[in-house]
């Protein structure tokens, strides 16, 4: 059977929360003002719903800045390797500012990305036969190829002395 607080009780409320704003135990205001304890405790909780929300104490790790941010040519083992770094000094930064959990966080995800890299390096040692071109230099080389073709279907037609020299003479740097 919950007990209700009496007349009596309630006119001590006031004053029982000034103390408990004033930083008294929950135990001390109750035997200091003849309350009840679990009658001070949910009149506590009431003042903690109307408390403004808590300014933060320790200020939020700042993001790591972009060193060398990867890139869409960059290829995976060199961005896992990026965003380690970044990751390590995310933890160093929330470490020092003294946010425990996110630097906890941050650690566990660096000790994450070290399984990678080293996937990712067995697998650059094993295709140690395989040629690796960026889709960026095979687009270039298909411009280059393209742009050698139309010069050479601009090219006039010409007897076979006379196409050499023209061919020749671009070798050599000459005009069209």
Known sequence: ?????????????PAVLEALRTGMSIRDAATQHGVPKSTVGRWAKLLEA????????LPAPKAPSPEDPPDASTDALTATRTL??????????????GNVGAAQRAMRDAAA??????????????DGDVLRISRAEIVAAQ??????????LERPLLCAHCGRALSVDWGEGGAK
């Open 113 to 126: 990305l070290v399984t990678v890299i080293a996937r990712l390096e067995k697998a650059e040692r094993q």
């Open 1 to 13: 059977m919950e007990r209700t607080p009496t007349a009596q009780h309630r006119a001590k409320q």
């Open 50 to 57: 109307d408390a403004p929300e808590p300014t933060p104490i």
């Open 84 to 97: 380690h770094r970044q990751t390590i000094s995310l933890a160093e930064e929330a470490r020092r500012v």
């Open 143 to 152: 411009i280059r190829q393209r742009e050698r073709l139309r010069a050479l």
